[in-house]
Structure formats: C-alpha cells, structure tokens
C-alpha cells in the first residue's frame, strides 16, 4: 500500500552562505539531527527520509537512524530534492520541512497531515503570522 504522506528533509552541504549547515552543531547534535527529531515527534519515523547529495549527511543520518535518500548534486533548492524523492518514493503527498529549521513546532506537520485531503489540487504551506516588527 502507498502511503498517503512521507515527510522529506532536503538537506545541502554546499551551501554558500555556510558551508556545511546541515552539520553545525547545536548543543551535541547536529543540526539536520535536531530537524529529524522535531519530525518524528509529529509522525513515525518510518514516513521520515533526508534527501541530500553528500555521504558526510548521509553518514551522520545514518549513524542516528535516519532513512536517507541519495539525490543529484544538480538540485537547484530543497524542492528539487523533494521531487526527486517523489521519483524514489511512492506517495501521495511529500511534506517539505526544510534542513535547517531545528526548532519548527513539530504541531504545523500535524496540522499539514489533518488538512492533507481537503483539497487534493491544492498546495499547503505552512506558515505564521509576524506578531512585531521587533
């Protein structure tokens, strides 16, 4: 059987602006480790992959658990690893969560899987509001 979502963590090491991001360590873990854990509270780790290009990801993933889907050095942005993951892996919906965002609330994946079937043509996209300008 298909499963109706997976969560996908597009992670680069080749950023420009910080090299190596995905692996900057934050309080004695890594930064795309602090990302996969906010995912699996909200969803069985099962429906979890990293999509990277680089063994050093694929490597400290693996060494913590997680499911890594190898994808081309060729992908532009974090979406371009999702659609590849869509050519690996069978599902009905991908839910992006990107790399580098270790303290997102694990609730907005909740909330992205309840509204999943309301409109199977439509795009969801998590977001919040600016509260301040401070």
Same mark, same amino acid.
């Given at each position: 059987?298909?499963? *109706?979502?997976?969560?996908?963590?597009?992670?680069? @090491?080749?950023?420009?602006?910080?090299?190596? %991001?995905?692996?900057?360590?934050?309080?004695?873990?890594?930064?795309?480790?602090?990302?996969?854990?906010?995912?699996?509270?909200?969803? *069985?780790?099962?429906?979890?992959?990293?999509?990277?290009?680089?063994?050093?990801?694929?490597?400290?993933?693996?060494?913590?658990?997680?499911?890594?889907?190898?994808?081309?050095?060729?992908?532009?942005?974090?979406?371009?690893?999702?659609?590849?993951?869509?050519?690996?892996?069978?599902?009905?919906? @991908?839910?992006?969560?990107?790399?580098?965002?270790?303290?997102? *609330?694990?609730?907005?994946?909740?909330?992205?899987?309840? *509204?999943?079937?309301?409109?199977?043509?439509?795009?969801?996209?998590?977001?919040?509001?600016?509260?301040? %300008?401070?």
């Amino acid at each position: 059987m298909i499963p *109706n979502f997976i969560v996908v963590i597009p992670a680069r @090491y080749e950023s420009t602006r910080l090299p190596g %991001k995905p692996l900057v360590d934050i309080a004695g873990k890594p930064m795309i480790q602090r990302v996969y854990e906010q995912c699996i509270s909200a969803v *069985n780790s099962d429906l979890v992959v990293v999509a990277t290009d680089d063994d050093r990801i694929r490597l400290a993933c693996e060494s913590f658990g997680a499911k890594v889907v190898m994808t081309s050095s060729e992908c532009l942005t974090g979406t371009d690893r999702v659609a590849e993951v869509s050519r690996k892996i069978d599902a009905h919906y @991908y839910i992006n969560v990107q790399g580098d965002e270790p303290l997102f *609330n694990p609730i907005d994946i909740k909330l992205l899987i309840d *509204n999943i079937n309301l409109d199977k043509d439509d795009i969801l996209m998590g977001y919040c509001p600016i509260a301040s %300008k401070s």
